[in-house]
């Protein structure tokens, strides 16, 4: 499901990540671990086909990194390590904006959020302007809006969430992958 090989990136005199390779299986759940600048999040961004590596290849849920980029895109989904929601909108409002933006239609829409919300323990909080939620509850936000696709990529997803959270986005993915989807 992922293939990278020898994967690099460079911005200007800095080498962000060097000769990278692994290979992720269908299914199963995979973390990068290393010191703050080591490459992770660099990694990850060429990996949802937002950046070009310099050097390397990879595919990701079949798609070339670099030719195909347009179509992981439209396959998976990415939380940011920084909170990248609107913070103007409802709970409700961005998990539907997500929704719409990975192409649900209006009727399925509204049936993900109200899955999504009762997963994720945000029903107290649906009509809540996102901005005005603690760190941690953002970063479960964020989590939900990023899980209607096959593949979900998180970079540290356990930094600013609860422990809580953290574990039940584990078990969750690993019911996902039960189930014999990537994530929900
Ligand atoms: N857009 C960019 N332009 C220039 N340098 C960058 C850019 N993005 C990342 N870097 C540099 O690349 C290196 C790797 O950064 P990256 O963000 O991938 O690390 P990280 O492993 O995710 O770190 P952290 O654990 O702190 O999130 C760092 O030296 C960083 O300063
Ligand atoms: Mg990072």
Known sequence: M????????????????????FTVAAGEIFGLLGPNGAGKSTTIRMLCGILDPTSGSGRVVGFDIVTQAEKIKASIGYMTQRFS?????????????YASVYGLDRRRRAARVDEVIEKIGLAARRRQIAGTLSGGWKQRLALACSTSRRCCSSTSPRR??????????????????????RCS
Do not use: I
């Open 2 to 21: 992922v293939e990278v090989a020898q994967l690099a990136k460079r911005f200007g005199a800095t080498q962000a990540v060097a000769d990278v390779s």
């Open 85 to 97: 929601l609107y913070e103007d909108l409802t709970v409700a409002e961005n998990l539907a904006f």
């Open 160 to 181: 600013a969430s609860t422990p809580s959270a953290a574990a039940n986005f584990g078990s969750r993915s690993t019911a996902s992958r039960r189930r014999g989807r």
